[in-house]
């Protein structure tokens, strides 16, 4: 069982950054992609970002950008989301996941939560 664990939420202002990373117990990382999703108080979970498995192919949602940043470490098994310019409405649980590039399902980690206060 593929496990992903993410760390690197915690409170901030508004305006300011926090970058997520997430580890992934896989190590063949050309056979999978990896993204963000989130979900703030009272909704369903959203899409981010993600990244495909070489880091060359990058796609974002419409909230995130030209403030976000996704890459990936592979030599570390590792995804990051850099957050600049937060708002509170960027508040919200932000989950990694994983997904092998043949399969359709995600490996999801625990959540890591981000709260921007104003």
């Known amino acids: 069982q593929v496990q992903v664990v993410e760390s690197g939420g915690g409170l901030v202002q508004a305006g300011g950054a926090l970058r997520l990373s997430c580890v992934s117990s896989?190590?063949?990382?050309?056979?999978?992609?990896m993204g963000w999703f989130r979900q703030p108080p009272g909704e369903g979970r959203q899409f981010v970002a993600a990244?495909?498995?070489?880091?060359?192919?990058?796609s974002y949602t419409d909230h995130a950008k030209g403030r976000f940043t996704i890459s990936r470490d592979n030599g570390k098994n590792t995804l990051y989301l850099q957050m600049n310019s937060l708002k509170p409405e960027d508040t919200a649980i932000y989950y990694c996941f994983l997904r092998f590039i043949h399969l359709t399902e995600k490996n999801w980690g625990q959540g890591t939560q981000v709260t921007v206060t104003s």
């Open positions: 896989e190590h063949t990382f050309s056979t999978y992609n």
């Open positions: 990244i495909n498995w070489n880091g060359a192919d990058t």
